[in-house]
């Protein structure tokens, strides 16, 4: 198991590195888009290959109930399966069952919970996590993880936070064991590479907590570490802090990922910060309510006053959407509930994402993010 | 008002042509996608750009109420508005206002509805299908017709086809008038072109009605003449008997369309009985279901036999969907609701339509349909 990862440049905390994963480089700091059951929702895979995503994230709790990791590991693994040769990484699975709520019940062993689409009832432990995410032949799979509630005690988010590291333990001892039974191993032939699996500090929303879960988890030696449990309800100063604190710890040779964040302009400050990959919904989401991301801030395309406007939805965005749609046509696709209106708001959103990526690598060459981060934080 | 339109081969009946269209030429025998509200459901504009699409239909109805002829106009027509500089075709919305049922009135004046949409009362005659369309700057204006019901007694269908063929006469009076008016002759500026207008031949399921609707509405001298009123719950049998009682009459010099129509196999038949143009909304509205028309016949995806099948949906099919998805995953997709469903498969659709069109135009040129004429039939 390893990740290659190498620091090409560095401003101030913020690092521009290459991740080398066995399906092809990521330059860092990257944005994710999130490819929820094997489809990046609405967007076929040759335009993300033209936006120039080099890494997309898949659902183990969805994809584990439907098609079925059994499924997609006898047609070759979940790359093959949606066609897509770059990079993948998959999350836990943890994070949705909790999601769930009053549908599950937290064991030492694992967590039981009842499927959202037929009310079956299913066990997660970390080695079934790692079984199903090297059944899907993901590139960096996640260890399973305690996603502890928001807001919650000092005692209670240490105890989960203990729970999640022996729960990492556990996942490493199978992954190790287990990692070489990708379904690309055994299909490439020719390229012994192998998936690598991340750990994820959790401790809630005490920084001392994150720090020891930090500390604890890099004992355990994994070759990437994430930043798990935010973005759940917490004030946005929180987040930082719990990033901050956990970024103290980490080591600054591996890549460092926080998961589920953010907005555009939240994504800029933690690169700077010296995150290296983060993922999240809010483009495709976002994309599919009809709200765009753009250098003028945010635009709510169903809004009367774009009905007559001929420009782009972004005059300051080169991507197909922007070149060739105004926004009187994508408004009146919204309105009129048309299906492309999902697909051309998320394409533009994802570039606009992928784009305030690109201009972030390009800023941390050149050894200046001030200008970026404050034209971002002035979209906040 | 002119349609240049030339034959360059026939066989049999089946003739092999182009029609000149202001917005460019359109190989013939052609299948037109429908794209209802500006919109081929699903599908970006330079997706049908790729699938070699040159003309596309839109349907005044929807238009009209939303997002409105006027605002179209005044953003320079529907080609600017929805960036399709191909030939775009208009219905004349009586057929969608037919459709509407107890919601219309019809008079000599023209027929009275209440919008789907929010139940305002609207009327359309064909002076003001002609303004509309006209608004919307189309290149083949559909003159406004009654659409004659389904069944229909022999005196009705005669009254109902007298009515066309007057409002045949106003639709033309007011389009000789007004034609200037498109929103694009303005623009262009060196380009003096102008739309054309189409006569509709009616007269329910009597053939000999049908022939004096298609004599009729030839005295009224049109660039191009359409068959409307099929594909209305009649047998199929009934539909070319109207449809060769037509063709004996019209003009052969002139592109004759065949309105709404149909399957793979009823659009090559109606080509080699010399039909020009057609339109449906099968391919489109029958991928957003999961039917895929293909070499093999037709297919619904969803059928869990498809679960693990790794070949394409169609193997005889050169579209982007078959050389990069599997069965399998297109079913994944389709029971997963995920929205790539619906654009992938209306891809697939489109391509089989369109390349089906264009080995009907090759078998013209090379002089012998019936090797796809018998291969097509099979499929039915």
Redesign the interface.
């Known amino acids: 198991m390893a990740l290659p990862f190498t620091i090409e440049a560095q401003t101030g905390t913020a690092r521009l590195g290459r991740i080398q994963t066995a399906h092809g480089p990521v330059e860092t700091p990257a944005f994710m888009p999130v490819g929820t ?3 990046v ?6 335009v993300l290959e033209e936006l120039d995503a080099h890494i997309i994230l898949g659902n183990t709790y969805h994809l584990y109930l ?2 079925g990791h059994e ?1 997609v590991r ?3 693994g979940l790359h093959k ?3 897509w040769d770059r990079a993948l990484l998959t999350d836990s699975g943890g994070f949705q069952v909790f999601s769930l709520g009053d549908l599950t019940k937290v064991s030492e062993e694992g967590v039981t919970f009842r499927s959202h689409l037929d009310g079956t009832s299913h066990l997660f432990t970390p080695e079934r996590s790692m079984e199903i995410q090297i059944a899907l032949g993901s590139d960096i799979v996640m260890a399973f993880d305690e996603c502890t509630e928001h807001p919650a005690e000092r005692e209670r988010s240490r105890t989960s936070m203990e729970m999640t590291l022996r729960w990492a333990r556990r996942s490493k001892e199978y992954f190790d064991a287990h990692e070489h039974e990708v379904p690309w191993t055994q299909i490439a032939g020719s390229t012994p590479a192998t998936p690598a699996l991340s750990g994820i500090v959790q401790g809630g929303m005490y920084a001392d907590l994150r720090r020891e879960s930090a500390e604890r988890t890099v004992e355990l030696d994994f070759p990437c570490y994430a930043i798990g449990g935010l973005s759940v309800g917490e004030p946005r100063e929180k987040t930082v802090e719990m990033i901050a604190a956990a970024l103290e710890v980490l080591p600054k040779d591996k890549p460092r990922y926080v998961m589920g964040v953010g907005y555009p302009h939240e994504i800029v400050q933690y690169a700077a910060m010296g995150v290296d990959m983060m993922d999240c919904v809010l483009p495709t989401r976002a994309g ?1 309510h009809g709200l765009l991301f753009t250098s003028e801030g945010r635009m709510n395309i169903k809004n009367a006053r774009f ?2 406007d ?1 420009g782009p939805a972004d005059p300051k965005c080169s991507c ?1 959407v922007c070149a ?3 926004r ?2 994508l408004r ?2 919204f ?2 509930a ?3 209106a ?3 708001n998320t394409i533009h959103n994802l570039a606009f994402y992928l784009d305030t990526m690109r201009a972030v690598r390009h800023a941390i060459r050149l050894g200046d993010l001030s200008g970026l981060l404050s034209a971002s934080v002035s979209l906040a």
């Open positions: 059951v094997g489809s929702k609405a967007v076929p895979q040759d439907r098609p499924l006898s047609l070759g399966f949606m066609s599919r009905a007559q001929q197909k060739r749609y105004s009187a046509y009146h696709l309105v009129a048309e299906p492309l999902g697909l051309l």
